[in-house]
């Protein structure tokens, strides 16, 4: 689905709903240039280090590109 929006529409959007670190590479895999990430984050025992995590990944990612 976020490969199929991201092709189809000339506008910014959001990947939102279910994405995690462990899925987060997945979804920028597709095309995903936005995600929201807030249970993610809140949502887990130790949100420090997943927000660190989820960082670090898309930093990893789009340290080359420019921001839209």
Do not use: H, M, W, Y
């Amino acid at each position: 689905l976020v490969q199929a929006v991201s092709r189809s529409i000339g506008i910014p959007a959001f990947a939102i709903g279910g994405i995690c670190v462990e899925n987060l590479r997945d979804v920028v895999k597709a095309g995903g240039r936005r995600v929201a990430l807030t249970s993610a984050v809140a949502g887990t025992s130790d949100p420090q280090s997943a927000a660190r995590e989820l960082k670090r990944q898309l930093t990893e990612r789009f340290e080359s590109v420019s921001p839209l």
